[in-house]
Structures are given as structure tokens and as C-alpha cells.
């Protein structure tokens, strides 16, 4: 593996070994750069992983969101149920589709929605339900689930955090209490496929559509046609999509990914059980810690800071990233941007978020950290809190 630079750890890190590079490189040499057979396999891949029925690949998470909320029927006034506590793309790819994302409060544990407050948030422009599993860590997926069928809203899944997750022993992706699931494949992810996305489904006419939308509202099926042509160079577009194709090049990196798979969730996990020793009942921060029903893919190591340290957020940050640490926040709560205050959105409406977004940190967590370089973070973090006293 090539060896990342040791004079900086990232709070994530994707790991390419030569197996990777080999793939790649093979398809580079065949008749298939484009969508291919490579897509197809990986599509199979990730079916058979999570045990979900149906796999579509996306060329981004984001694109992959997009789609979902297209086939759930996403358009003007339509309101979509979510976190704050997410990146932008969650809301955004409603926004694409002049849908309106309603921002529901936090749990304080989890980062994740708190489902007891979600049935308040919902109206007769409701359509879905988007939970997030911030960080890796599985929402209660059972219960939103109820909420979703008394009130005849679908389910989608933002499991950018979470392949390689588990809720009541099942993987996240198999579709048992949603509709549709979305991954993501962006470096810092559980996989890589330099970009990439999916959104998998139980749903045949939700595959289908799903295949449509990513390549223009094209269908080359006979069945879906509106005339009877026999020809073979026929094609219909039957609605206005978008290329959001995954090429067989980041395909077959995703085959290869997902082999290791396994061993990269494992080296999450390690490190995340040492961190919780090492930190344990620490004056200065809060540890991320798994309810019973969930096994974290750990796509975060969120620490949350205590009142004292709360205040000095910015100094320690910073000398965190003087130690050569790439901490990071997760996130900013997504109502605060410029755009969506400027669609009316104000500050207040969620004070959990709010006040989780305050104590976060998210400190270095990935397969491609050495024993040295936990060693070292560990080290490092308690040295500036005890600085910061």
C-alpha cells in the first residue's frame, strides 16, 4: 500500500493497495471504460452484501440522493423530513427538486434524528422520511419505520456514513424498514470509488426508474415503451433525467473495495474500542458510544466537549491541528448556510443540533492508520486538553 503522509493524520483516509490499482488498471485496458459489466457486477456485489434486492450505482452520493427523492416523488411545496446534523447534499438534493427539507431535532447521544419528534414535523405535503446515520451509527430504524407507514411516507436511507453497518444484526442496506437506502463512495467513506454512490431498493419499479434517471429518463425496454417498435435502435426517454452513470473504471474499484470490506470496518472498530479505553471517564470530553440495537461502520469518531471546554472549541481545534491532526467538525447544522437562511430557515429550530454542532470534534478514525500513529493521537489529544485547563 502506498504509505500516507505520516506528518498529518486526516480524521479519514481511504486505503488503495496494488490488488486496487490491478482492477483498474485491467479495465483501462479493455473495451469498457464507461457503464459496463463492471457496474453491473458491483451493483450484484452490494446486493448480495447487504441483502437488498436491488442495487443502482451512482456517480456520486449526492447524485444517488437525487435520485431517490425523484423517485419518491419529490417536487414544488413537497416536504422531506430529515437531520441538520448532515452534509449539505441531504437537503440539497431536495432543493434540486424544489422539494423543502424540514429539519427535525437530534438525539444528544447519537447525532442522529430523534424520532419521537418527527410525527409533529409532519404535514399533508410530507412525502419521506430521511434518516441519517450520523457517523456510521444505525438510527432506530424500526420505529421510524412505524411512523412511515401510519402516516403513508416513504423511507430513505442516507447511509452515506454507514456501509458496513448493523441494526438488529442486519446490515444497513437491506431495505427491511425503508424504502430505498443511499451509500456513498467518497474517499473518506467505509469504500472508495474515488466518486461514487448507490441507492439500493426491494422495489422493481423503484429500480427501474432509478436506472432511467441516471441515464437521461432513457429506457431501451420494449415493455416500457409507448409504441410498439420493433426496431433495434429504438430508445424512449420517458422523463427528464441526468448522466449520473458510474463508469466500469470506479466499478471495478468498488469490486476490489469491497472484498476488504470487512477488515476495514474491523480496523475501525478496533480503533474505536481503544479510543474508549484510552478516554475513558475523561475530564474534558464526551465519547461516542453504540445503543444496543447498532454496530457502527465508525465513518466518525465524534468526541463531544464538556461545558469548560466547550467555550474554548476554537483554541483547542487548533492546537489539534498543530499536533498534526486533521480533526474536523460534523457539521455545521445545515440550516445555518447563507442559502437556506435566505430561504427563510432561522436559528433556533433545532437547539440539540444547535448545541451539538458547539461540542463536536471528530478526531482521526480509518483503516489506514498505523499503530503508531493511534498511539500518537491518543497521546496528542489528552496533552492539548491538559494544556487547555
Known sequence: MKQMDNKFIPYSH????????????????SDWLTQGPKAAEFEKVLSDYTGARYA???????AALHAAYFVAGAERDKGIIMSPITFVATANAASFLNANPVFVDIEEETGNINPDLITEAITKQTIAIVPVHYGGHPVDLEQISKIGRRYNLLIIEDAAHALGAEYKGKKIGNCEYSDMVIFSFHPVKSITTGEGGAVLTNN???YNLLKMFRHHGITKNKIEWS???SEEWHYEMHFLGYNYRLSDIQSALGISQMKKLSKFIGKRRQIAKIYGEKFQNNDFFICPKEKDYAKSSWHL???KLKNHYQKKKSEIFAKLREKRLGVQVHYIPVYWQPYYQKLGYKRGICP??????QKEISIPLHQSMSDEQIKYTTKAILEVFHESK
Open 352 to 357: 440539540k443540533a444547535e448545541e451539538f454542532y
Open 227 to 229: 409504441n410498439p417498435i
Open 301 to 303: 469518531y465524534p468526541i
Open 14 to 29: 481511504q486505503w488503495i493497495d496494488d490488488e486496487d490499482i490491478e482492477v483498474v488498471v485491467n479495465v483501462l485496458k
Open 204 to 206: 422493481k419499479k423503484y
Open 56 to 62: 443502482v450505482v451512482f456517480s456520486s452520493g449526492t
